[in-house]
Each structure stands twice: as C-alpha cells, then as structure tokens.
C-alpha cells in the first residue's frame, strides 16, 4: 500500500514539473521588412598580407553550390598599384579571390584604408599615429578632395581591366580610428562635404553603376550615418551606409543608425567584426553561440549584409594551419564558425525579414529571454525561415505560430563543435497536416533554422479580403515579388508600411 502510494505522489509530482516547463510563444507576422543581400568576409590574411594566388579558401566558402553559400567578398584599396613612401601595396594581391567569388554570382566591393599619401596632411599612406609620424592626424587634404574620386576610378578601371567589374566602392576604413597602420581620419561634416560636393565624380556610367557606400566607422554610430542621409545631394549619392559593430551592439546602435538609411531605401551592411579572435585556443560552442546571436541581432537591426573579418583565421572560417591553436586548426580546412554561419548565407540570402514576437510563460524575465533566446524569421518563395537560438544549459519548449498554413518543413541543428554535432539536417516528420503552428523541444546550447513550405492550395490561411480602395497601395505575390496587377490572393502594402492578405 505504501509503495503505491510513493509511485503515484512520484508520477503526479512528475506530471508537474512537466506542466511547468517554460515555453516560449514566436508569433510570426506577415509584416516585411528588410530584404537581405548577403554574407561574406574580408579578402585579408593574417596582418592584412593578401592571399594572391591562393584562393583555396574563397574556393570553399563561397558559392551556392559550396557549403557555406557566402556571396559577398571586401577587399582593400591600398593607396596604388606601383607602392608610394610607405609600405607595399598591390592591387593584384585580392585578383584571383575576386574573380572566383564574381564567377560564382558573387558581389566583391573595395575599402581604402587609405587614399594616396600624398593626397593626406602627413604626405603617407601610414596613419599617423606613430613614432616616425610625429603623432599627426593623417586627414585627406581639403585642396585634395577633387582627386579623391577620380582615383578611386583608377581603381575601377584596373581591375576591370583585369577581369573584375567591382560591385561597390567604400568611402574609407574606420573614418574615426587614429592608427599606426594605413589609415586616414574624417570627421562627419568631412564626409558630407567630400559626399555632396565630389561624389558625382564617380564614374558609374563606365563601370556599371558601381555603387557607393559610406564610410566605415569602428562604431556603428548615427554621428556617422545620419548627417549622410540628412543631406539630400549625399543622400542621392549613397546607396549602401555601413559600418562596424567593435564595442557597439547591433540592437543599440545599428538599429537606430539604421533608421534613416533604410528610411530613404539604402541598404544597410555590417562590414567588419570578429568575436573571439587573437584568442589562445580554437572558440568554443559558446563562443560560435555568440556569433550566432550577433548575426540574427543584425538582421533584427535592419541589417541587408553581414561581412565577417577574416575568412581564413583559427577564429574564423578557415583554419590557418597553426598547430599552436588545436588539432582542428587545419589549413584551410572548414571551421564549426563557417557551419554557424551557413545557417544564415545559405538559408536567408535573397530572403525578407518577417516581424516576429515572443511571449514567455509567467515568471520568466523579459531580459532573460533576450540573453538567451532569441528569433528571427523570412519569407522566401514558398518558404518561411525561422532561427531559433538557445543559449541556455536546458532544453526549452517553443510555440511557433506563421502567418501562413504550411505542409511540410525541414531542420538546420547544431549543438556543438563536433563534426556530428555541427549541422544536422532533417525533416520535420511530425509535421503532417496543413497547419500554421508548430511545437518543438529546443535542445540545450542550439542554433535551429526551421524552412517551412507555404500551402498554397489551403483555405485556411487568414484575413483573407476583398480589394479597397482608400489610399496608395502596392500589392507581391506570395513569393515577395511586386505585381504590376494583382490577382488571386496577394500581400497587400499600405502607405504606413502595414501589410494584409486580398484577394481579387
């Protein structure tokens, strides 16, 4: 009698703790946001040392049909091709990395670190912070901007010349980072001034229509980005306002950077960072965690490209070959960093950004699910891309609820550095019926990329209305694509950016 008593107190008390277990609720929206271009990384090699002719690693990384799907390479504009008073530079040195990424449908885009030295106030390419520059603040001069554009010509015409028709041009590396590498200094009114007053002198005609992208800053900061788009000739002249994200998270300062440029319909790219790097050791899961979190808090930026650091380094994508750092230190060999990010290159590439919003069980802190939990969704074709990430020690139940009835789904999982752990793929087998929620246990430790398929045959699908006729609208199909004339059931996008479902 006693011990069936002690077995049913154990199952009830069991049942409990069951019924208790936290869930998260992610309400997917039909409400679009930013459409995301891409992912890459910078064409360097350890201290800035180009790769020249070994492209071994862009080769693997880059491509839809490589593993990891990055489109978007950053290479240097070193000051010339024939060298000046400081250093070596030679533009041939990111050629052959650049023509294997354009091959592939790839975008490829120059930064200088510095204009030519003697366009600058310290006659040198270096930066001025150092001992042999007398501490100067190297700065492009004023009687100098008129040539500033038409060098950057120079440069575009080079390496069309050579086979590569460069995608987009950057105003300057780390505009507010004095240095004792090569490096130039301007303060925003600078840029607005060289922008506004120079900026048609880009040759878009011969080479494409090239674009233009801000300056770079270290801190993605709207002293940088705001006075660009606030101006309206420099406003006409920039297409893409980028930045870093050293010492400035993306939700605190990229997304308030961001809101005039994607205001005006700029794109809005984070074109360097690198987390956990110059450590002693290969990162850690946790640390790839880290990366993972910083790359869906940039798409919940507003962010339309993400570029990484470096591509081959013991903390990026490729392994250098350095036994100092680990057995999986490899050279050239793929990196746990470069499967993280394929969750996202190879996924969400030409995708756009679904709003989304999460609810968590009573007793759970808002700050906590932040820290460690965190979403984002996309639409693309006939597919809604969910990311889920849990930082946590413990699995977590998650509720997701579509704006679509889906039919069919697969899943991205990682849960750790381990090669069977890196990327599992599989589909969702209990998912047997046309529906628009799902539940699903996320494991401890996680990154989870969720493609649902839309049904598109279903009647279930909601807020489905008739046409109205107040005020300008513009109508996609399911897919995301603008209709010139509407029919059947489309999305429907009001003036205030608030969209709905209609049927004609």
């Not at 607005?192 to 878009?204: C, I, P, Q, T």
């Not at 050293?246 to 990229?254: A, D, E, F, R, T």
Request: hydrophobic share 35%; charged share 25%; with cysteine.
């Amino acid at each position: 009698m006693k011990k069936t008593i002690i077995i049913s107190l154990l199952l009830a008390a069991s049942t409990a703790v069951q019924a208790a277990k936290p869930r998260t609720s992610l309400k997917v929206y039909d409400t679009r946001c930013q459409t995301i271009t891409g992912f890459g990384g910078a064409c360097c090699d350890g201290a800035m040392k180009p790769f020249g002719t070994d492209n071994a690693c862009v080769g693997k990384l880059y491509g839809a049909k490589s593993k990891i799907g990055l489109n978007i390479l950053r290479m240097e504009i070193s000051p010339s091709f024939t060298g000046d008073n400081w250093g070596d530079y030679d533009w041939n040195g990111s050629l052959p990395s650049a023509k294997t990424v354009k091959n592939r449908g790839g975008i490829v885009f120059g930064t200088p670190w510095s204009p030519p030295g003697e366009y600058k106030t310290n006659g040198s390419a270096q930066g001025g912070n150092s001992d042999d520059q007398g501490n100067i603040r190297a700065t492009l001069r004023r009687d100098c901007y008129e040539k500033f554009f038409p060098w950057l010509n120079t440069f575009l015409k080079w390496m069309k010349d050579h086979g590569v028709v460069m995608d987009a041009v950057s105003l300057q590396n780390e505009p507010d980072w004095w240095v004792n590498y090569s490096g130039c200094l301007y303060e925003p009114d600078s840029l607005v001034s060289l922008v506004k007053n120079y900026a048609h002198m880009l040759d878009r005609e011969t080479y494409n229509g090239v674009r233009l992208i801000s300056g770079e800053p270290l801190g993605f900061t709207q002293n940088y980005t705001d006075p660009l788009m606030k101006d309206p000739a420099c406003r006409e002249q920039i297409d893409i306002v980028a930045g870093h994200l050293y010492g400035h998270l993306p939700l605190q300062y990229m997304k308030p950077a961001g809101v005039l440029p994607l205001k005006y319909g700029k794109e809005l790219w984070m074109t360097e960072h690198s987390t956990t790097d110059n450590t002693g050791a290969l990162p850690t899961w946790n640390d790839n965690l880290i990366f993972a979190q910083e790359l869906n808090e940039c798409m919940l930026a507003g962010c339309t490209g993400y570029i990484y650091w470096y591509l081959r380094a013991h903390w990026a994508f490729c392994g250098t070959g350095e036994t100092k750092y680990g057995t999986g230190n490899k050279k050239d060999e793929l990196l746990p960093r470069a499967y993280v990010m394929s969750h996202f290159s190879k996924n969400i590439t030409g995708s756009t950004r679904l709003a989304t919003s999460k609810d968590a069980d009573a007793g759970r802190e808002k700050e906590e699910i932040l820290q460690n939990e965190q979403f984002s969704a996309y639409i693309k074709g006939d597919s809604i891309i969910v990311m889920a990430i849990n930082a946590r020690e413990d699995t977590r139940d998650v509720k997701i609820t579509l704006p679509y009835n889906v039919k069919s789904g697969s899943l991205w999982l990682s849960t750790g550095n381990e090669s069977d752990k890196l990327c599992q793929k599989s589909e969702l087998e209990d998912l047997t019926e046309s529906t628009n929620e799902y539940l699903y246990e996320m494991p401890a430790q996680s990154l989870n990329t969720f493609i649902f398929m839309i049904d598109n045959g279903s009647t279930a699908i909601e807020e489905v209305k008739q046409l109205r006729s107040d005020g300008p609208k513009t109508y996609y199909d399911l897919r995301g694509n603008r209709l010139q004339t509407p029919k059947g059931l489309c999305i429907e996008r009001s003036e205030d950016g608030s969209t709905r479902k209609v049927f004609f």
